[in-house]
């Protein structure tokens, strides 16, 4: 009988740990399916976002049809060409331009005032798996659209090596380091805005106001159109050729825009869909508010005016899409709309500075109120959420801080232009246009335009 109890309690200590190390088997396989399943995950996310800041990418890309098509529609059919030769090649120049210097000042270790390591993407896995592939060709993009900012402003009268130059110097140069400044932690930088809290989301100083007080430095120092201004100094319409053409191009920004400020995430969640509301409803109401005040002050709902309210409105609420309500986004693009109807008017009348398109406006002064609105509406430390005037405070040190370095650097770039290579074309050419004589074609065969302005 002993022997037989002695035999079964062997067998229930072998059972026993037989089972205990089942039981360490299945939990060690337990920890590596939960290890496989949150590598899948993060694999999975990375991928996600990846695909969308490319597709956000090729969006903001798209954009530049756009700008051609504004720039065209609101100018004279004899320089068609021309503005056309000069969007391609301001992003063509940029893109190379961008490569090999601007994305390193910008983006790498910095110095205190701009980086100075991923030149060319140096250190860069080959294979393409990089994270910084993805990440050049989006901030590419963004380069390429403050260069062609300037071109709006300087339409009609600017030569065309003159244009290639500063293109280069933009998208090399100037937009860059101020870039570093607000950006340079999104990838290796430290900027020292960003340092201090300023918020600029998806670029309305970093982008637009930085291209539009270049575009404000380029029309003072290139001067106005032939018969802009009269003898006593009145300023004069020059009518846009082609407002369908306009207005197609304000559609395709528009359309864009949902690229640059969602895509600015570069990261595939529900803030996607959020920012994009935000996006759409300032637009809305900035041509709304555009199309009412033209209406009051010209006694008709002026076309031309309400399409530049839509992208006021746009360029505004990029800053602080990603800190608004929908209210306060609203409130921004009625505020954008309006404002910029009345600068459009006082640039041409007040300050007698000839901008064909309204690029000062829209993008330096409507990207100026977009940084500000951040600090007046932003639902985390705005002035009207009970976060005192410290937010404020910040965003209006980056708006002065752009517009010195780029409306600084800019005079002295393009004066430099003037004095060298040349920055306006012979009066002659100008009054044939500057499709044949800076590029020996029209844009409509056969249709010159002979005017004396």
């Known amino acids: 009988m002993k022997k037989f109890i002695f035999v079964l309690l062997i067998l229930a200590s072998l059972t026993t740990a037989l089972s205990a190390q089942e039981m360490a088997s299945d939990s060690t396989a337990t920890v590596d399916y939960a290890a496989a399943i949150t590598k899948a995950s993060e694999d999975l996310q990375t991928n996600m976002n990846i695909i969308w800041t490319c597709i956000a990418a090729f969006l903001v890309f798209f954009m530049q049809a756009g700008f051609a098509m504004v720039e065209s529609g609101f100018t004279r059919a004899k320089s068609a060409v021309n503005i056309m030769m000069k969007n391609m090649m301001d992003f063509s120049i940029g893109t190379l331009a961008f490569f090999f210097l601007g994305f390193g000042l910008m983006f790498g270790a910095t110095n205190g005032f701009f980086g100075t390591t991923d030149f060319m993407l140096s250190g860069t896995d080959v294979a393409g798996k990089d994270w910084n592939w993805t990440f050049l060709i989006f901030q590419t993009v963004f380069a390429g659209t403050a260069a062609t900012i300037v071109s709006g402003a300087m339409a009609e009268r600017t030569k065309f090596v003159g244009y290639l130059s500063y293109s280069l110097f933009i998208c090399l140069l100037i937009y860059p380091v101020f870039g ?207 976060g005192g005037f410290k937010l404020l405070g910040i965003q209006a040190v980056g708006v002065l801080a752009g517009f010195a370095w780029a409306f600084g650097v800019g005079l002295i770039l393009f004066f430099a232009i003037k004095y060298t290579v040349g920055l306006r074309v012979a009066e002659e050419e100008e009054v044939l246009g500057l499709d044949i004589g800076e590029h020996g074609n029209e844009a409509y065969s056969g249709f010159s335009t002979f005017t004396t302005f």
């Open 180 to 386: 570093s400044w607000a950006w340079g932690s999104l990838l290796n930088g430290d900027g020292w805005l960003e340092g201090i809290g300023f918020v600029d989301f998806a670029g309305s100083t970093v982008v637009h106001s930085v291209g539009g007080w270049l575009a404000l430095a380029g029309a003072i120092v290139v001067g106005p159109r032939i018969g802009k201004y009269s003898p006593d100094g009145k300023a004069r319409a020059i009518p846009g050729h082609n407002i369908p053409i306009a207005s197609l191009g304000v559609f395709i920004l528009w359309f864009g825009w949902f690229g640059f400020n969602p895509g600015s995430t570069t990261f595939g969640d529900g803030d996607i869909g959020r920012i994009a509301v935000t996006t759409n409803l300032a637009a809305a109401a900035g041509a709304i508010a555009a199309m009412i005040t033209s209406w009051i002050m010209s006694k008709k709902p002026e076309g031309g005016m309400t399409l530049n309210g839509a992208l006021a409105g746009l360029v505004a609420i990029t800053a602080g899409c990603a800190n608004l309500s929908p209210v306060g986004s609203i409130i921004l693009g009625l505020m954008a709309g309006v404002v910029v109807v009345l600068s459009v008017v006082f640039i041409d009348h007040v300050l007698k500075i000839d901008d064909p398109v309204g690029a000062i406006s829209v993008h330096g002064v409507c990207g100026a109120l977009g940084t500000l609105g951040v600090g007046l509406f932003a639902v985390d430390g705005g002035l009207f959420y009970g």
